[in-house]
């Protein structure tokens, strides 16, 4: 009975060698092997990706923080053009400080052209030292209009459009940044608003105290070409 017995704990125990081999055979097989590198370099691969994604959203992210930052420590001056009618018909064009802290305003000028007729201005470049702060009605400019000019703009034979243009930065000695913001509009007679032509505005280099409202029309030709409708 002891032989039989152990006769089967050896035919048991070489089944399980075998099977141990078999699987040890599977394990060390070059092409399993190769799979399970594959499988772990594309899992590493995977990881990677993720890191980077992540990454770039957080650089994304800062970016997005800075340009915000910036933005708060630094005014945003804006132009709106408008027209009197009356006695004494204008084109006035008023600065209004649209950001948190004050802006000053170094130069400005202006151009109103009725129909092909361009209105002689009153001066070339103001210069000027006037600082404007935000929730303040800002400061306006006026171009006197005469009667023949007002006159054709009413009967309708003649649009006005008007250019303008302003050098500005902030208040603080030492932050000597400049930018220059530069429009056009048209008006009709037949409508109430006027027409938004073009808007620009661009960083310039310090000590910047000229700015040529002629010079519109030139700036939006080429902001034409670039971007062509």
């Keep these: 009975m002891r032989k039989r017995i152990n006769s089967h704990l050896r035919g048991a125990l070489n089944t399980a060698r075998s099977g141990l ?7 060390t097989n070059t092409a399993l092997l190769t799979l399970m590198i594959a499988v772990g370099t594309l899992i590493t691969a995977l990881v ?10 957080q650089v994304q992210l800062l970016k997005r923080q800075v340009a915000f930052n910036a933005s708060e420590t630094r005014p945003f001056l804006r132009l709106k053009p408008s027209i009197s009618l009356g006695k004494n018909s204008r084109v006035l064009v008023g600065m ?10 170094t130069a400005y000028d202006m151009l109103v052209q009725v129909g092909r007729h361009v209105v002689e201005p009153r001066g070339g470049t103001f210069n000027t030292g006037d600082v404007l702060y935000p929730d303040q009605p800002g400061l306006g400019i006026f171009q006197t209009l005469s009667k023949e000019d007002a006159a054709s ?4 034979s003649d649009p006005i459009v008007v250019g303008e243009c302003a050098i500005y930065g902030p208040i603080t000695a030492d932050d000597t940044r400049l930018w220059k913001v530069s429009a056009a509009s048209r008006f009709d007679s037949d409508a109430e608003l006027p027409t938004g032509l ?5 960083e310039v280099p310090s000590g910047t105290d000229k700015c040529d ?8 030709i080429s902001q034409l070409k670039l971007h062509p409708k």
């Design 21 to 27: 081999k078999f699987v040890w055979s599977k394990i």
């Design 48 to 57: 990677a990706l993720q890191t980077a994604r992540d990454s770039h959203d």
């Design 96 to 105: 209004i400080e649209l950001g948190r802290i004050p802006a000053r305003v």
């Design 153 to 156: 703009f009413i009967s309708g």
């Design 198 to 202: 073009f808007a620009n505005e661009v």
């Design 213 to 220: 409202a002629s010079s519109v029309r030139d700036e939006w």
